[in-house]
């Protein structure tokens, strides 16, 4: 109970990695507002969190959106910590054939969201002495695994924001952090998919064998094991953590095949 009474923002919380966490910070002992543009979703979660869980539709790429999902938080008795994790797989074209409008919009989704995430967060913590923030970057920040370029620079940028976020918050003792996923099964890779339930399982569960073979622990990730690492970062255990990410990979990123 590592959370008891805090108070927790988690953007893209309908699905995946953010509904694992929520769940996990809900276990911890937080009170948990999820953003999502997933309303369905959002709102059966918050329907069976014994009141725990509410659900504000929210689309990251709208800042008084995201303002006010912050505030819902706050109004509630002061917000304490804060997930930036909302995201898609944006744009698929090469840099010679990507047009700027798509590559606007990654950004939009995948760092401008972080970025006003913190910007809005951090007054908030201020005024109440504190809070954490974590945000999700990716592997393919770090130039593994394969994502499309629009998207790992985006991730890549989320790692920056969070190193100088974290220094120019510190003086408010807000914690800035992320985390650095490897492959993990959720429905991201299979979204955009206009196929029947049954198909998008299959599909899951072919790219999850691909992932095992690029993971040493040779399994793919779950949502619950990033969910884990935020937890961490959110609690006091991590209070002298700051300005770094966590790798939860399953090895991806060691960079030899040579022992598995
Ligand atoms: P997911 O598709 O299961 O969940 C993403 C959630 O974000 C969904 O509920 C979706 O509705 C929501 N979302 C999308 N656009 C939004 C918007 N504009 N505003 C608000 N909510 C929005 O995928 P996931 O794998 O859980 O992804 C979560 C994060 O993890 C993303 O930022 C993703 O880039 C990152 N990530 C995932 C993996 C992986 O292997 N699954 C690896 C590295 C990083």
Redesign the pocket.
Known sequence: MRLQGRRAVV??G?????RATALRLVDEGAEVWI????RD?GEEIAETSNGRIHFRH????DEAAIAALLAAADAAGGLDIVFN????GGARERIDEIAAADWDRTQS??LRSVALGIRHAAPLMAKRGGGAIVN?S??SALGSGYAPIAYSTAKAGVLHLTKLAAAELARHRIRVNAVV????T???FT?DLETSEEKRQMANQAIAGIAAKAQPVQRA?R?EDIAAAVAYLASDDAAFVTGTHILVDGGMTIGTRASW
């Open positions: 953007t893209g309908a699905s995946g990695i953010g953003g999502d543009i997933d979703a929210t689309d990251v790429t994790n909302a995201g898609a989704l995948l999700t990716s592997v996923p490897g492959f993990i959720t429905n991201i979204r990730g949502p």
